[in-house]
């Protein structure tokens, strides 16, 4: 890219095995990558290990409004609870295999983004790769569960939430 690229496979990523791969899918090469998230929660790390990686300078805020309310440029609108149990963007079944804490970890950033991205519900997301794959209906299963487990966990820095961008 313009910004140019670096070769990172020399850096230790706190997991083992390890993978190093290039991806041309998020250009702005900012925050929670998914895969190394499901590598580190493989690896033992809690959700918070992991968003501490990726979003060094964050705390964790366990009681933000959860009635909030999300509205879609397609016209959906719900709770954030309600919309974060409807966003597809990673596999149900990494819960099957060792990486509930990956779940974990991108429901608070997927909820953070959301936060951020319409001030608090002030105003609409889209429902694409654009902003957050979102589907009307619940994803349930392993997601639900781990939207549940860190319900009302959003990330901050400073006071406001974090557009926690991942890819």
């Known amino acids: 890219s313009a910004r140019g690229c670096s070769d990172d496979r ?4 706190g997991f083992s095995p390890r993978l190093a791969f290039f ?14 998230a499901w590598g580190r929660a493989k690896d033992g790390q809690n959700e918070e290990q992991i968003l501490s990686f990726y979003y060094p300078s964050m705390s964790l805020k366990k009681d933000y409004d959860q009635g909030i309310q999300i509205s879609t440029t397609t016209g ?4 954030i ?7 597809y963007e990673v596999p149900n079944s990494w819960g099957d295999n ?8 991108q ?3 997927a909820r953070s983004y959301a936060m951020a991205y319409t001030n608090n519900g002030s105003g609409s997301i889209c ?19 781990a939207v549940e487990a860190t319900r009302g966990k959003v990330m901050v820095q400073g ?7 991942f890819s």
């Not at 006071?159 to 961008?165: D, F, L, P, R």
């Open 10 to 13: 020399g850096i230790d990523p």
């Open 23 to 36: 991806t041309y899918g998020a250009p702005h090469r900012n925050g929670l990558n998914q895969y190394g």
């Open 76 to 79: 959906w609108s719900g709770s």
């Open 81 to 87: 609870e309600d919309y974060v149990k409807r966003i």
């Open 98 to 105: 060792g990486g509930m804490e990956a779940l974990k970890a």
């Open 107 to 109: 429901a608070i950033a």
């Open 127 to 145: 429902d694409s790769q654009n902003c957050q794959v979102f589907q009307d209906g619940e994803k349930g299963g392993n997601w639900n569960t």
């Open 159 to 165: 006071g406001q939430t974090i557009k926690a961008w």
